[in-house]
Nanobody, 124 residues
Framework: QVQLVESGGGLAEAGGSLRLSCAVSGSTVSMYTVAWFRQAPGKVREFVAAIRRSGESTYNADSVKGRFTCSRDNARNTVYLHMNTLRPEDTAVYYC?????????????????WGQGTQVTVSS
C-alpha cells in the first residue's frame, strides 16, 4: 500500500524559506507524478507544483512561480517542495499527492494517494 507522509511545515516570517518533504513508502517514488496542493481556510484546494515521473520537469502555479520548486531524491524515495520568499498568502495546509499519470495534472481528483497534510504559517 502506497503511503505519503509530509513533514517540514511550521511558522516562518515573510521573506523566509521552508522545505517540505513528502516521504513515499510502499512503492517507488519515480513511478509516480507527485504534486503539491495547498488549502487555506475557506478556500478551495489549489495546485502548487509537481514533478513528473521522469524527475526532469516541474510545473508551478503562477502564484508561486519563481519562488517554489520541486525536487526528488530517489535514494530517499522522497519529494521536496522548496519554498522561498514566503508571503503571508502562502499560509495553508500543504498536501502531497501521487498518481500514476502520464503527465502533470492540476486537478486534484486524479491523484490516487495523499499525505495527511502539513501546516505552513507565514507571518507578516
Amino acid at each position: 500500500q502506497v503511503q505519503l507522509v509530509e513533514s517540514g511545515g511550521g511558522l516562518a516570517e515573510a521573506g523566509g524559506s521552508l522545505r517540505l518533504s513528502c516521504a513515499v513508502s510502499g512503492s517507488t517514488v519515480s513511478m509516480y507524478t507527485v504534486a503539491w496542493f495547498r488549502q487555506a481556510p475557506g478556500k478551495v484546494r489549489e495546485f502548487v507544483a509537481a514533478i513528473r515521473r521522469s524527475g526532469e520537469s516541474t510545473y508551478n502555479a503562477d502564484s508561486v512561480k519563481g519562488r517554489f520548486t520541486c525536487s526528488r531524491d530517489n535514494a530517499r524515495n522522497t519529494v521536496y517542495l522548496h519554498m522561498n520568499t514566503l508571503r503571508p498568502e502562502d499560509t495553508a495546509v500543504y498536501y502531497c499527492a501521487a498518481g500514476a499519470l502520464s503527465d502533470v495534472a492540476q486537478n486534484w481528483h486524479v491523484y490516487s494517494y495523499w499525505g495527511q497534510g502539513t501546516q505552513v504559517t507565514v507571518s507578516s
